[in-house]
């Protein structure tokens, strides 16, 4: 069995949002999810993930996953509704926002 690479190119991103179309975007955001996945001990075999960009953009690409990952480990670990989880959500959307700002790219959940 051939490995399938999924490769994110922000850069690519970038040039052609307008043309972006719904699979494309659910590409992306399964890719995202895989990367969760990884972070949490999940492997997944037959595929791997790339992200390629300007330094600063993959920079705020991983911390915008790295927060990603934080909240859900809050959720489980404390719910929805305590303050520890909700500061937390403050961090990821701050990130989020810090993802969307430099790059103009939508970050795929909400």
Request: hydrophobic letters at 35%; charged letters at 30%.
């Amino acid at each position: 069995m051939e490995e399938q690479i999924l490769e994110i190119d922000l850069e690519e991103l970038k040039k052609n949002q307008n043309q972006l179309n719904e699979s494309w975007l659910a590409m992306y955001g399964n890719v995202i999810e895989m990367i969760l996945k990884e972070m949490f001990g999940m492997p997944i075999f037959g595929s791997s993930s790339y992200i390629k960009g300007k330094p600063k953009d993959v920079r705020d690409f991983a911390r915008a996953v790295g927060n990603e990952k934080k909240y859900v480990q809050m959720a489980k670990e404390y719910g929805l509704n305590d303050p520890k989880t909700y500061k937390q959500r403050g961090k990821l959307q701050k990130a989020i926002q810090g993802f969307e700002k430099r790059t103009g790219i939508k970050w795929p959940f909400k």
